[in-house]
């Protein structure tokens, strides 16, 4: 093979992504465009021979399109003109083996529709318009912000009438709008990253680079977030960097050798979810995934991620058969994926400050939010979830006695920084909706619901709830279709939606709900041992004495006619939202909404009717201050 010289820079390039160093490989692998010139280049470390593969030689390596080795460094790279703008392409790589095989290119930022892997030439960029938004995200204090997450799988949202998805730039014409009206702070999106399995819910990935074909081009992509920015929306993506398809023509045994994955097929092989773990001890790994991150970061404008299954990454024992492994030292921590999601965050803190981590991890793994310990902003409260839930799925007759369900997560609230989840894992799978989880019968389903959607609003965390719960869907989420919005034809599903948009507004508004969620000064569990009542009041404090919010709760179908509600201080009550108001679905038409505070030995307290498996949320009157007042 003719020896060819490598320019010093590209040796540098490729030895920072051998070394774990390179932040955004991206822009070295894959396509770089000069003009009408194209360059390829992969990495295939043990390949004998690479070639570019297209159309244009049926498939087959050809002399042509041979590419070379930067000298030892295990990249291979071309330049030519043969290819343009949407043309399809692989690499023909040559085994240590002998045998010739097609991978995909694992940078690509396009690939063919399903079920083809082919990447496509896609080097047009976006002119984006979210310069005002942006710079207001860098100014903001990332964990006293209001976050309340609509969390969407994006080709079931709503679909044409044929069953076909809705394009990017459909999705930004009604789900952006929807959001806001709607009143949620952030849209997450279950992962976009190509994938082949529409059962997989994008979870099982080959495309790290790439936006799912089945709805546009990155470019419309791009145009959402865009839009979203432009409407003050947040989009987070749900990022998936321990595990990959098992596909033979994308990252499995790359170059014939494993590649991306362990050389120990019990390390590599995750039997729970169908896939191939990531060997995330290798540095060019390391360098990949964090490019990957980044690229969605920095290129796509999202404002953050969600990195699923964690407790995979950071523990050996979490797959099936694998109950029993430990390390050298006798613990179940995988030490390389700890030290990898320390690196990726610390990395991405640095040069994207605003970015919101968010960890989906389920165990009771400490430091998870703290710069010692993971350094991610937020973690999945999934104990809350598991608790709240099961709490209100109980008969009437037996809450009484499970109220710890609900108070014990006040025991562990300040040991992370929590987002409160009802995500779509919890609407699948048998699981049925939030809605019919809820005890009783419809009209107490949706009492039920509401009451329980006041409780996650007062509770400190930041919020997620999954598509259709906002109107009380009643059949569990199915992936292969839309929502069912033919519910909306209902008054209790429309007067739900309408409860729904109200609280989210009032919980953007009111600085309290969100200000101070991450310490002991943002909460005050005033009355939150009345288990044997049925009742609880606590009270959400912002960074200034007015932002003080009280959240009155009954989780009894009994009327509580003089329910005595500790406040801050003398003065009138105010009741902002009631969930028995007959405008959300309850039967409350004359609702009382003001209140006079009076003395009660050290503080002061408020009379109200606490309604059946209802709340009330309370906040003190503005004084009116005279102009001799001071």
């Known amino acids: 093979m003719l020896k060819v010289q490598v320019p010093e820079e ?50 087959m390596p050809s002399e042509a399109f041979a590419m070379h080795p930067l000298e030892e460094t295990g990249v291979w790279e071309i330049t030519t003109a043969a290819l343009k703008e949407g043309d399809l392409y692989k690499y023909a790589i040559e085994t240590p083996a002998g045998d010739v095989v097609l991978r995909t290119d694992p940078f690509a930022h ?10 496509v030439v896609n080097t047009c960029p976006y002119k984006w318009h979210d310069g005002l938004y942006r710079g207001r995200q860098g100014r903001r204090h990332k964990l006293n912000q209001p976050i309340n997450i609509y969390e969407v799988h994006m080709t079931s949202w709503r679909r044409h009438t044929d069953g076909s998805y809705l394009s990017y730039r459909e999705l930004a014409d009604e789900l ?25 819910w994008g979870y099982q990935s080959y495309g790290f680079f790439a936006a799912t074909s089945r709805m546009g081009y990155l470019q419309d992509l791009q145009y959402f977030v865009d839009e979203a920015h432009k409407a003050n929306i947040g989009v987070i993506l749900d990022f998936v960097p321990g595990h990959f398809i098992k596909n033979y023509d994308a990252l499995y045994r790359f170059d014939g050798t494993p590649t991306f994955e362990a050389g120990d097929v019990t390390i590599a092989e995750n039997v729970r979810w169908g896939t191939w773990n990531f060997d995330l001890g290798k540095s060019q790994v ?18 953050g ?54 960890a989906e991890e389920a165990t009771a793994y400490p430091g998870v939010t703290k710069p010692e310990g993971l350094g991610f902003d937020f973690k999945w409260n999934m104990g809350w979830m598991h608790d709240t839930l099961d709490f209100f799925e109980l008969d009437y ?4 006695g499970a109220f710890n369900n609900l108070t014990f997560s006040f025991m562990y609230t300040f ?26 019968d419809r009209y107490n389903q949706f009492a039920n619901l509401r009451t329980m959607m006041v409780w996650m609003m007062a509770h400190p965390g930041k919020k997620l709830r999954f598509v259709g719960s906002e109107w009380g869907q009643f059949l569990e989420w199915r992936d292969e279709e839309g929502l069912e919005w033919h519910d909306l034809q209902d008054g209790m599903n429309r007067s739900m939606q309408h409860f729904t948009a109200e609280l989210n507004k009032l919980y953007r508004d009111e600085h309290a709900f969100w200000a101070q969620d991450f310490v002991p000064a943002g909460v005050n569990f005033s009355q939150t041992d009345q288990g044997a009542q049925g009742t609880m009041a606590l009270m959400r404090h912002g960074k200034k004495p007015s932002d003080t919010i009280i959240m009155a709760m009954n989780t009894l179908p009994v009327q509580k006619d003089d329910y005595r509600v500790i406040v801050p201080r ?50 003190q009157k503005k004084q009116v201050r005279g102009k001799n007042n001071g």
């Not at 009382?592 to 003395?599: I, K, R, V």
Request: charged residues 20%; contains cysteine; aromatic residues 12%.
């Open 10 to 59: 590209n040796l540098q390039a490729a030895y920072l992504f051998n070394t774990g160093q390179s932040y955004r490989a991206d822009k070295f692998f894959g396509i770089t465009r000069d003009k009408a010139e194209l360059t390829f280049r992969v990495w295939a470390p043990h390949a004998k021979a690479v070639h570019l593969a297209s159309a244009q030689c049926d498939w």
């Open 176 to 200: 952006i709008p929807y959001v806001k009206q709607m009143g949620y702070t952030h849209i997450e999106m279950l992962p976009i990253t190509e994938h082949l399995l529409d059962m997989s």
């Open 110 to 119: 396009e690939y063919e529709k399903k079920p083809g892997v082919a990447a």
């Open 305 to 358: 991620l969600r990195v699923d299954g964690v407790s995979n990454i950071i523990y050996l024992n979490q797959d099936a058969g694998k109950e029993d492994w430990v390390n050298e030292h006798g613990t179940a921590i995988d030490y390389a994926g700890v030290a990898f999601l320390q690196k990726l965050n610390a990395i991405i803190h640095e040069r994207v400050p605003s970015a919101l981590m968010f």
């Open 286 to 303: 390391q360098s990949f995934l964090i490019s990957a991150a980044l690229f969605w970061l920095e290129d796509v404008h999202f404002d």
């Open 570 to 619: 003398a003065g009138r009550y105010d009741v902002l939202l009631n969930t028995e108001d007959i405008a959300f679905g309850g039967t409350w038409q004359h609702i009382p909404t003001d209140y006079e505070a009076f003395l009660v030995g050290d503080h002061y307290e408020i009379s109200v009717i606490l309604p059946a498996t209802g709340a009330l949320i309370i906040k």
């Open 415 to 440: 040991d992370e920084q929590f987002t409160l989840p009802l995500s779509h894992d919890e609407v699948v799978h048998g699981k049925k909706s939030l809605m019919h989880k809820m005890f009783g």
């Open 397 to 400: 007759l037996y809450r009484t």
